[in-house]
C-alpha cells in the first residue's frame, strides 16, 4: 500500500473484575483511520495483484454501512484507481445522504449501483458478472467483505513472531477471511476463536475453504440478534470498555466480541493463567452510521 502503516501493539486490557487470565488487544485499528485493521490487510495484495495487471477499476459489493465499502472507497482516492460499489436496496439510490458510510465514499469518488436484495443475493453467479461487466466494462472483481486467497495472504500477516506466545487468538467473523489467515500463521498449540457476527453456524464451511489447520472454533452465540443488529447492553458495555480502556469498539464486529471475551472469561472457558490476544480489525466508521439509527430511536448512542 502507498501508506507505512506503522506496526500494530499490543495493549493490556485491565479487565474489571478478578481472574487470573492476561487479556491484549493488538491495535490494528490504528493503522489508518478507514482503511484499518483487517480491511487494510485485505486490500493490500489484492490492490498490488491489480496493478500488475494494469487494471484502474476496482468493483466491489455491500451494504449501506459497510466497512468494506468505505476501505475500498479510500483506498481508490489514496491510489488513483476508480471505485464502484454495488450496494445492497435498491430504494437507497436517492438516500446517498442518509448513510455516512455512503456519503463517504462518494466523497471518495465511488460510483454506486444499487440493486434489490433478490438481485445480491446472485452477485456471485457467472450470468451476474456477465452482466455487470456489460455495463461497466472491465474491472478488478473484489468480493463483498474482501475475502479470497490473496486476502487470507494478508491476513497472516496480522500475526507476529512474538504473538505466538499467547494462549488464545480470538477475532471476529463476518465473511472468514480475517480468521482463517489467523489460523493459517498460528501455532498448532494456540487456540483460535472467530466470534461470528452473524446468526447461525455457515461461516465455519467458508473458513474450512481457506483455514488450513483445524486449531479454531467459531463462537455463535454472541451475534446478539444477527448482523447490524444490537441491544442496549451491548451498547452500554462499549461505552463502559471504551471509558476504562480508551479504545473504541464497533457495535457490529469488535463490540460483539469484546462482550463475547469477557462473558467467557467469567465463565471460566479459558484455562487458569491464559494469556490472550484480541485482534481489533477496526471498522470504527460504522459507529456514526449506528448512533444515527440509535437517536432515531432516541436511544443510547455509542460514545
Known sequence: MKFKPELSINQKI??????????Y???????????????????????AFAETLNQDTLLTFGGAFSNHIAAVAEAGRVYGLKTIG?????????????????????????QFKFISREAFRLKSTQSFNDKIKKEFGDFYLIPEGGTNDLAVKGCEEILTETDHNFNYIC???????????????SNTTQKVLGFSALKGDFLKEDISKFAKQDNWQLMTAYHFGGYAKINAEL?????????????????????KMMFGIYDLIKRDYFEPNS????????GLQGIV???????????QLIL
Request: with cysteine; glycine share 8%.
Open 171 to 185: 477475532a471476529s467473523v463476518g465473511t472468514g477471511g480475517t480468521l482463517s489467515g489467523l489460523i493459517n500463521n
Open 235 to 255: 451498547v452500554t458495555f462499549i461505552n463502559s470498555f471504551k471509558k476504562q480502556n480508551n479504545i473504541a469498539l464497533d457495535p457490529v464486529y469488535t463490540g
Open 275 to 282: 494469556e490472550i490476544l484480541v485482534i481489533h480489525t477496526g
Open 14 to 23: 485491565e479487565l474489571p473484575f478478578k481472574s487470573s487470565v492476561s487479556l
Open 25 to 47: 488487544i493488538k491495535r490494528e485499528d490504528l493503522i489508518h483511520p478507514i482503511i484499518s485493521g483487517n480491511k487494510y490487510r485485505k486490500l493490500k495484495y489484492n490492490i
Open 289 to 299: 452510521g449506528m448512533n444515527k439509527r440509535l437517536k432515531q430511536k432516541q436511544q
Open 86 to 110: 454495488v450496494i445492497r436496496g435498491e430504494e437507497l439510490h436517492d438516500k446517498v445522504l442518509d448513510s455516512p458510510t455512503l456519503k463517504f465514499a462518494q466523497s471518495c469518488g465511488m
